[in-house]
């Protein structure tokens, strides 16, 4: 095929493209249609700011920041771009109308509200503020709910995601949601690592994508080299979910990359299970210390690098990993994908 010919196919693929997720990057402000998926201790000023400059979404994950840590995120994160970025908030952080109050006073223009279904006067206080609310829907039934509290827009995330995930996988969520509930834009989240996945997603009627993994391990992202490396070389199948032993006793699952971590937790959880048949523990203390054994351990391994005994979270997209890039080439490589996908097609027609 003549250059001008090659081209000009690429180009009309790059209309098609912006055509297929232009509700989701007019929803965002942004020029692409990718949002960053809050991770915590990953996803602050740096790591944000670098995705909204490259095109894409940034969003801060406040995790268990305060009022005053999130004021000056987010003010830190204002001062590195000038382009569209949302704040991720904990549904059950004990000060979450202190939080939404912030990011209201900051002029942040996208909340997303994560963890749990968010309460209808907290969908109030911030869409009055001025800003728009995404919530995060694991079934076709509370998506309609979220929208009816007033949600501007969802995620739909797959059990292939990184850190606490719930049981079903993009692949039945986006046939179970995608072709029924239209009212708002819907970001699909969950073990993407590719454009041509992306594309055939919104090609279903997805308006965007959200990506963590992949972020998690760019040159802009803080996380230590060792947790970078991890994820460089690992495959798809080092991520799995931690395990619960017995259901009397529930864990939520978290994927990882198992490690030493992850296997002192299955001993722990067979210990303090012991001392609770025992009588040596209830079983309120027997649950808090199983809910305990992780605290600290994302950061250790995240700020650390202590990549054996801390929490690595990660999807199963690391195996897409390669190498470490910068965020403006991974996302140039996602849209490349995308293109060249719509670019075969065309030539084959």
Known sequence: MPPDEMRDDRAAARTRLDRLWARGTAFLGSELAILGGAMSWV??????????????????????????????EIAATQALTTRPFGVNLITMHPQLDDLIRVCVRAGVGHVVLAGGVPSGAAMRAAKDGGARVIGFAPALVLGRRLVKLGADALVIEGSEAGGHIGPVSLTVLAQEVLPHLREVPIFVAGGLGRGDAILALLEMGAAGAQLGTRFAASAESVAHDRFKQAFVRAAARDALPSVQLDERFPVIPVRGLVNDGTRRFLVHQAETLRRFQSGELSREAAQLDIEHFWAGLLRRAVVDGDIEGGSV????????????????????????????????????V
């Open 43 to 72: 996803s602050e000023r740096h790591l944000v700011s670098a995705i909204s400059n490259a095109g894409g979404f940034g969003v801060i994950a406040c995790g268990a920041m305060g009022p005053e840590l999130l004021e000056r």
């Open 313 to 348: 979270m990660a999807g199963q997209s690391v195996g897409m990993v390669r190498s470490v890039q910068p965020i403006a080439e991974i996302l140039d490589e996602l849209v490349g994908q995308a293109v060249e996908a719509l670019t075969s097609r065309t030539r084959l």
